[in-house]
T-cell receptor
Framework: DVKVTQSSRYLVKRTGEKVFLECVQD?????MFWYRQDPGLGLRLIYFSYDVKMKEKGDIPEGYSVSREKKERFSLILESASTNQTSMYLC?????????????FGNGTRLTVT | GDSVTQMEGPVTLSEEAFLTINCTYTATGYPSLFWYVQYPGEGLQLLLK?????DKGSNKGFEATYRKETTSFHLEKGSVQVSDSAVYFCALSGNRGSQGNLIFGKGTKLSVKP
């Protein structure tokens, strides 16, 4: 089974802190994604990556950056956390080259910025 | 742009009741369609998918048929169980194509009472 592991289930950070959310997948998937999930808004794509050192902006990239130095790891960075970034963050991965390839999700990191 | 609209919840049913969760979409081209399920405290997992018109996806007693003429992909189950309580997301493969991005609906929360 594909396993996508997010390093923290819960995080509490202060406004202005730099925050790192880590995600690792063990199935050699090329594509990796970061979404945030908010009540009433569903899932919104922040960034995705289809190869090492490659990244593409999603629908809501403002205030975030990403890093993909190794194929299995995709990090989401909040350069200066703000209260409106309090949310559930979901990492996902998938195989490249298939229009129908499903996404495999981690269990999420619930981030609270105070 | 591409989008997914699904019925708002929450939906509350008694055990063994019939379930329908409506999903309609707007898309250019010929997207694949998916239903994902999120159990409490977990990430999303693929429930079923359909890749072309008139395909029926099925899994765990759930079914959905890809209807191009009505741009719909409604989720159905003949007899729900308490263990089906979860949030259900309809999704389509977005215009980022082979990059594997999905566009999600806002989710429908289902509660099944014994």
């Amino acid at each position: 089974d594909v396993k996508v592991t997010q390093s923290s289930r819960y995080l509490v950070k202060r406004t202005g802190e730099k925050v790192f959310l880590e995600c690792v997948q063990d199935m050699d998937h090329e594509n990796m994604f970061w979404y945030r999930q908010d009540p009433g808004l569903g899932l919104r794509l922040i960034y995705f990556s289809y190869d090492v050192k490659m990244k593409e902006k999603g629908d809501i990239p403002e205030g975030y950056s990403v890093s993909r130095e190794k194929k299995e790891r995709f990090s989401l960075i909040l350069e200066s956390a703000s209260t409106n970034q309090t949310s559930m963050y979901l990492c996902a991965s998938s195989l490249q080259g298939s229009y129908n390839s499903p996404l495999h999700f981690g269990n999420g990191t619930r981030l609270t910025v105070t | 742009g591409d989008s997914v609209t699904q019925m708002e919840g929450p939906v509350t049913l008694s055990e063994e009741a019939f379930l329908t969760i409506n999903c309609t979409y707007t898309a250019t081209g010929y997207p694949s369609l998916f239903w994902y399920v999120q159990y409490p405290g977990e990430g999303l997992q693929l429930l079923l998918k359909a890749t072309k018109a008139d395909d029926k996806g099925s899994n765990k007693g759930f079914e959905a048929t890809y209807r191009k003429e009505t741009t719909s992909f409604h989720l159905e189950k003949g007899s729900v169980q308490v263990s089906d309580s979860a949030v259900y997301f309809c999704a389509l493969s977005g215009n980022r194509g082979s990059q594997g991005n999905l566009i999600f609906g806002k989710g429908t929360k289902l509660s099944v009472k014994p």
